[in-house]
């Protein structure tokens, strides 16, 4: 309940502080801030992979299986999200919408201007993922791996909130999503689609059993609903299938949004799947922008919200 509630209470603060038109010197400060929680959070990504000792035994003989189902489910959902992009949904030229006044258009002017270029975070954010990752694997004790749950809920805390503040700021957003209307689902049904069709393709490369590959390729992110649910319907060889292709999977969308931002605007969302919700929303934003920030988050909710209820289903359909 906690950590649904959460991205909307952080975010309300945020838009509450961002409404005040606040000195530019404060908002520089939250930049900063926010910088420095994004990195830790990246860390402590990596640190949870680095410090589970289920995750790392198994590497050796199940890792390029997870792998190759890891990023076909990616490649499979940016392609259909992009797809729907450029025939049903077309989020660049929405996005390019006048402002309401001479003020928001020299703020978008100049976000525009930046996206065009590479956002220096960004190189930091894979980095800070196999820094944690590494450094938690070798240096961390066991007993200390707890601390990485304090990290992570404090560093999604403020970016939670710093997300709420630029959508404060730039209150073209909403108008942007009420433009976009229920044409979201359409982002997640393809997100859906495009994992399932990875999966299987997956399977066929890697040999594989095609149940485990679709499945755990359905699970979208949400790694610890589609390894529990996998390990109850077929047994310990699928949970950790289930759990490690969707650790990978906000692993390896970490790693290429420098790329996938260059694909299309649909493409950070497609790979950030359920984790839009909460670990991959600050740095999707950062690629795809504060107006598909809130995009990014309700495909997100959507997804995490669908996993409980699409993973018994195929199991049953599967078994």
């Known amino acids: 309940m906690l950590a649904t509630v959460m991205p909307f209470v952080c975010m309300g603060i945020g838009l509450l502080i961002g409404f005040q038109k606040l000195p530019q010197a404060v908002y520089k400060v939250v930049d900063w801030i926010t910088t420095i929680s994004l990195v830790i959070l990246m860390i402590t990504i990596g640190g949870n992979v680095g410090t589970n000792d289920e995750v790392i035994a198994e590497i050796a003989t199940v890792g390029i299986y997870c792998l190759a189902t890891c990023l076909c489910a990616i490649i499979g959902s940016v392609c259909i999200c992009l797809v729907i992009e450029k025939t049903i949904l077309p989020l660049d030229k929405y996005s390019q919408m006048q402002l309401d006044d001479d003020a928001e258009s ?3 002017e100049t976000n525009t201007s930046d ?5 220096p975070i960004l190189p930091l954010i894979p980095i800070s993922v196999l820094v944690g990752a590494f450094g938690c694997y070798f240096f961390m004790p066991k007993t200390k791996a707890f601390l990485l749950d304090y990290a992570l809920w404090t560093s999604l805390v403020i970016l939670y ?5 630029g959508m404060g700021q730039n209150k073209s957003v909403f108008r942007y999503i009420k433009m976009v209307g229920f044409k979201i689902i359409y982002l ?3 997100v859906w689609a495009g994992s399932m069709a990875g999966g299987a393709v997956a399977a ?5 059993p095609l149940k485990y590959a679709v499945i755990s390729a359905s699970g979208v992110g949400y790694y610890s609903m589609t390894g529990a649910t996998m390990l109850s319907s077929f047994g310990p060889e699928a949970g950790v299938y289930g759990f490690m292709i969707n650790v990978f999977r906000d692993f390896f969308t970490v790693l290429l949004l420098p790329i996938l931002g260059r694909v299309s605007k649909s493409a950070p969302i497609a790979s950030g799947a359920a984790g839009n919700m909460d670990s991959m929303l ?3 934003t950062k ?7 809130l995009v990014a988050l309700i495909v997100g909710i959507v997804l995490t919200f669908g996993v409980p209820v699409i993973l018994p289903i195929l199991c049953n359909i599967l078994a």
Not at 204 to 208: R, V
Not at 287 to 293: A, D, F, P, S, T
């Open 115 to 119: 996206k065009k270029q590479i956002d």
């Open 204 to 208: 066929l490369l890697t040999g594989m």
């Open 287 to 293: 690629v795809v922008g504060r107006e598909l920030g």
């Open 282 to 284: 600050v740095p999707v």
């Open 161 to 165: 909130a710093s997300v709420g503040i």
């Open 188 to 190: 997640v049904i393809g």
């Open 106 to 108: 020299a703020m978008h």
